[in-house]
Nanobody, 123 residues
Framework: VQLQASGGGLVQAGGSLRLSCAAS????????MGWFRQAPGKEREFIAA????????LFADSVKGRFTVSRDIAKNTVYLQMSSLKPEDTAVYFC?????????????????WGQGTQVTVSS
């Protein structure tokens, strides 16, 4: 499975961005799609995940109520809609895929990773 993340950029605090993650290869299988982020000097952090059919989602407390995740199965694309952005949301954001249907937070459980897209939130 190849993942291509896009949509990052520079936004002012309080603004919004939508990240996309396009998947190719092996997409007929069941995958949980996750979003993670990593700020300079910090460990990779779980942000959100969505089940293979979009029916279940999970969010980190730090983004709950501000971020939503969705997927378009026909387009093999997952979206992370980010609103009310804060400077502390600044990081490189990664999408990842985990085989199976169980949604988990642990990055090591995700087998496939995109290249990351930079999100910078200015104060």
């Amino acid at each position: 499975v190849q993942l291509q993340a896009s949509g990052g950029g520079l936004v002012q605090a309080g603004g919004s961005l939508r990240l996309s993650c396009a998947a190719s290869g092996g997409t007929s299988s069941t995958y949980v799609m996750g979003w993670f982020r990593q700020a300079p000097g910090k460990e990779r952090e779980f942000i959100a995940a969505i089940g293979w059919n979009g029916g279940k989602t999970l969010f980190a407390d730090s983004v709950k109520g501000r971020f939503t995740v969705s997927r378009d199965i026909a387009k093999n694309t997952v979206y992370l809609q980010m609103s009310s952005l804060k400077p502390e949301d600044t990081a490189v954001y990664f999408c990842a895929a985990k085989p199976g249907s169980l949604i988990v937070l642990a990055a090591e459980r995700y087998s496939y990773w995109g290249q990351g897209t930079q999100v910078t939130v200015s104060s």
